[in-house]
């Protein structure tokens, strides 16, 4: 047995047999040693490879493996968003606008969004390879290139979710959208399906069962309930999670401006090509005057500056209102495209909303049921009641006439007759008189 452990595990490293024999040998004290922490080897695990999928503005797929650091100087994160990133960690719906890249966690669908590629978390989900083969649909032209099909796709595909393809066919990103905002709207329309898909699940599931209790009270039946009411309240949550992301981006037109990345991109471009052009011409203009007038170097400097800064001055002004009007139209485009995707999520929130409310009716017509039923053992227990205590003037009757004493009434033959008739009159009366008593309280319905 020890040379077939010996053969299948590989040989551990002497640095680790080091370290449990020194843990495991007893010091002077009879104290068992300080065992040290591999520190170094968890920020390493931390900092591993994570596969992900990129495509870019052409539609072009790959699968690449980046660490965490690397992740972050690429795309200018901080450590903290890629967090949301990670699948790890639940963490709310959140879509972030940053400098250089768009952060979107909606659901399974958990990317990173910039000017010129969207990196995806790679998963064998089928809303996200519906994600990666949508986009690429959207990005390339009919018939040109070929989608994405990763490894194992045609299986996750047939597992479900098929109403996401089926109901973005028709729906083709407008062209003068830009990149991230084509990425955008697929993501946002991935989560929305998602949830609208699970949202008609659970009422084709619930429907049924809750007609099945209002017709049949049984402990099956309450716990099945119970168990869809809390799935019904996780998803109400995640779904009113979207809508107010979706709501407070559309609320904050700097959030918006933050998202639109291609303008800022070659804004960036443009400032630092004309920053280039006007040092070179600055070095031309240096070298010109110095050539053409060794005599008077003092007064062309000045003009050939004053020249230069009135120059850049009316470049400035105009670069600030086109991109001043640039970004009000993109704000446009982008809270239109926020607001097609918010009225969807909020039809879906409508929806839950109702059959939450029609398991509310549920539950007030069960305690009505149960009330009554309540109230019906109540009452017969309140004639039980009154029953026994005319059922108990009989005993009484019996054991005082049980008493070892001799009386006259002994001695006629009828005497027990008369007693039995006496005494049954007299319960009778007393179970009427209760009877009316309580009918005219309305205690019983009489």
């Known amino acids: 047995m020890a040379d077939l452990h010996e053969r299948l595990l590989p040989p551990r490293p002497a640095s680790a047999v080091n370290l ?8 002077v004290t009879g104290r068992q040693p300080y065992q040290p922490v591999d520190v170094l080897g968890l920020k390493k695990r931390g900092q591993g490879l994570r596969s992900w999928i990129r495509v870019d503005t052409s539609g072009d797929s790959q699968v690449i493996e980046v660490d965490k650091f690397t992740m972050m100087r690429r795309c200018d994160l901080p450590a903290r968003d890629l967090r949301l990133l990670d699948p790890l960690f639940v963490y709310p719906s959140t879509i972030l606008g940053r400098e250089k890249a768009i952060v979107v966690n909606l659901e399974q669908i958990r990317c990173i969004i910039t000017a010129d590629e969207v990196l995806l978390l790679n998963s064998l989900d089928s809303y996200v390879l519906q994600y990666v083969v949508e986009l690429q649909r959207r990005l390339t032209s009919s018939g040109a290139g070929e989608v994405w099909q990763p490894e194992g796709a045609q299986l996750s595909l047939r597992r479900g979710g098929n109403r996401f393809i089926e109901n973005m066919q028709d729906n083709n990103s407008p062209d003068y959208l830009p990149f991230e905002f084509k990425a955008l709207e697929v993501a946002l329309e991935a989560a929305c399906t998602f949830l609208d898909t699970q949202a008609a699940e659970l009422e084709i599931e619930a429907y049924p069962l809750l007609d099945e209790l209002t017709s049949k ?13 809390s799935r019904l309240v996780a998803l109400t949550r995640r779904v009113q999670k979207v809508r107010d992301e979706i709501e ?4 904050d037109d700097g959030d918006m401006a933050e998202m639109y990345l291609t303008e800022k991109k070659s804004r960036l471009e443009s400032a630092s090509f004309y920053g280039d052009q006007s040092m070179s011409g600055y070095r031309s203009n240096d070298v010109a005057l110095s050539v053409s007038a060794p005599v008077t170097p003092v007064s062309s400097p000045p003009d050939g500056r004053r020249l230069e800064k009135s120059l850049s001055l009316a470049r400035s002004r105009h670069e600030s209102m086109k991109s001043s009007e640039s970004a009000t139209e993109s704000i446009e485009e982008l809270e239109m495209l926020l607001e097609a995707y918010f009225v969807v999520i909020d039809s879906t929130l409508n929806k839950l909303t ?93």
């Open 217 to 229: 009270i049984s402990t099956l039946n309450l716990e099945r309930v119970r168990r869809l009411k």
């Open 248 to 251: 407070q981006l559309m609320d």
């Open 354 to 446: 109702s059959l939450k409310e029609y398991i509310d009716d549920t539950e007030d017509f069960i305690n009505i049921q149960l009330d009554n039923v309540r109230n019906q053992l109540i009452q017969f227990e309140l004639l039980l009641t009154t029953a026994t205590f005319v059922v108990a003037i009989f005993g009484v009757v019996a054991g005082i006439f049980g008493m070892n004493f001799e009386i006259q009434m002994f001695k006629y033959p009828k005497a027990f007759k008369w007693v039995l008739i006496i005494t049954g009159v007299t319960g009778f009366v007393i179970f009427y008189s209760f009877l009316w008593f309580f009918k005219r309280r309305r205690l019983m319905p009489l």
């Open 20 to 27: 449990r024999d020194a843990a495991y040998r007893p010091s």
